[in-house]
């Protein structure tokens, strides 16, 4: 059984004996994980159905399902219903959770000594395979006509007023608050237009990539959005910023987490990160340019403003004790 951050459960099947490797050699020692849903919704779940999707589009960076299964049951309307139940892939060996090696970067940093250049090189070349993501997402999955920006906006300003109703903390330690969320969100709703919508990963922070030692190279796992979301709002094509979005939120965590020696430690890997997803960008997704304009950088504050607020009220009603994260993390968004 695997351990760790995860809302399914997860079991490494050994390949038997000198069996050969399955799928691409290079990266499979024939070993295979089982990760069995616990909850079950009629239709396709996105984890099978995106990871199936990149690969078949011929993205090496998400591991291919070998098999899924799925129930299939009589409801009490007599309709038949199936739900995918479980899915099997080629386990990556020796690979590095991300969160865990980024937490380890951030507590044994050096400034600007090699274990620094490691971490930058990694957030880099994350950043690159979140471009490649996407461009696989648009291409295999399609793209969608976006919300105008004031109607995106006003989902936003709604959850806000929904996080800062919940935590009392958010007000009472962030002066101003609501007025400097509303200048964000109004500047969102200036915008003249969003970027196109696509099927995006939807849960995306460090717990969810892998970094495998030998090939050197990221793996991103887990397709299945928020598990807690109604399977149909799951599979809505959105932003695909929004997990740019949650990836930067993931740094602000590992920098906490691994209590970052320098006070320069968290921009310097979120730089890397953003540097290495503007610079792929440009001839995977045509619609963005090589560095960021100013649509791109509103959307992103707002984004990920909207991303520590949630965290606020998950942190306040699961572990009180780590409210402060989000909290320093909106201070940071607003300030920038
Ligand atoms: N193909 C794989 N190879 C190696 N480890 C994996 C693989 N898939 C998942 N894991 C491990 O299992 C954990 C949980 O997997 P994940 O797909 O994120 O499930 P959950 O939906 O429960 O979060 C991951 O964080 C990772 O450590
Ligand atoms: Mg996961």
Redesign the pocket.
Known sequence: M?T???????V?MPAPGDAPAAGDADAATG?L?V?L??VLAPGRNP?VEVSVALARDGWDRV?TPVAWTTLTWTGPDDAEHTADAGVA?????R?D?GFELFCAFAADDDSDGPQRQRALALARDLGDTTAQMHAHLACALGTAAPPAPPELAAALRERARWAMDEVPELESQLPNLRARVETVLSELAALDRLEPATRVHG?YHL??V?HAVEQDRW?V??F?GE?LRPLAERSRPDQPLRDVAGMLRSFDYAAEVGHATHPDWLGAVRGAFLDGYWSAAPTSVPAQAARPGRRQTTLLNALELDKALYEAVYEARNRPDWVAIPLHGIEMILTI
């Open positions: 695997t760790g951050e995860q809302s399914n459960t997860s490494v070993d994980i990760k849903f616990r984890d591991r892939c080629t386990f990556v060996p690979a959770d849960d717990g969810q892998l793996y796992l887990d299945e598990p």
